[in-house]
């Protein structure tokens, strides 16, 4: 078997060296060879959401996409959209303000796929942002309060004096 290749990864804008196998997936080069933990590993089939993060700005399950061929493209996380300063992403704190979650396993996953869902401009009406969201479960059953954070962060986004990363 031929030795793992050295790949650079962008995650967060910082670079990381990695060795991965050939079956790395990103989800666990980044909680197992990056030690980002907030992405979660639910249920590794790309059901349920929690491993959602976001490849040049689009969201992927990280659980399904392999590390092999990534090099150099940018990968943010939850660990990622909070400012430098520490500020909270808009995102996260309507998920604290609207009480959007109650364990927290599904939160990151949530975040992540909330905040596309708005950048995207699937959040015009409840029954949009329900359908975008489909693919992120809570076990939980927080979602009226997810989708009234998405509401929220999507009324302040429509204040041209806002916008969301």
Do not use: W
């Not at 976001?54 to 399904?64: D, K, M, P, T």
């Not at 364990?103 to 990151?108: A, E, K, L, Q, V």
């Not at 905040?115 to 927080?142: D, P, T, W, Y």
Request: with cysteine; proline share 4%; glycine share 10%.
């Amino acid at each position: 078997m031929d030795e793992p290749q050295t790949l650079i990864l962008k995650v967060n804008g910082q670079e990381y060296k990695l060795r991965p196998d050939s079956r790395t997936t990103v989800l666990d080069a980044l909680r197992e060879q990056i030690g980002l933990t907030g992405t979660k590993k639910g249920c590794d089939h790309g059901q349920c959401g929690a491993c959602t993060v976001h490849l040049e700005g689009e969201r992927v399950l990280s659980c399904l996409l392999l590390v092999e061929g990534l090099a150099g493209r940018e990968i943010t996380t939850i660990e990622g959209i909070a400012d430098p300063a520490g500020e909270l992403h808009p995102m996260q704190q309507a998920f604290i303000d609207h009480d959007a979650f109650q364990c927290g396993y599904c939160t990151p996953g949530q975040i992540m796929s909330a905040i596309a869902c708005v950048k995207e401009g699937h959040a015009g009406s409840r029954m949009e942002i329900q359908e975008f969201m489909s693919g992120n479960l809570c076990r939980c059953a927080a979602y009226p309060n997810i989708i009234e954070a998405i509401e929220a962060v999507r009324a302040a986004v429509l204040d041209p004096a806002n916008s969301i990363q």
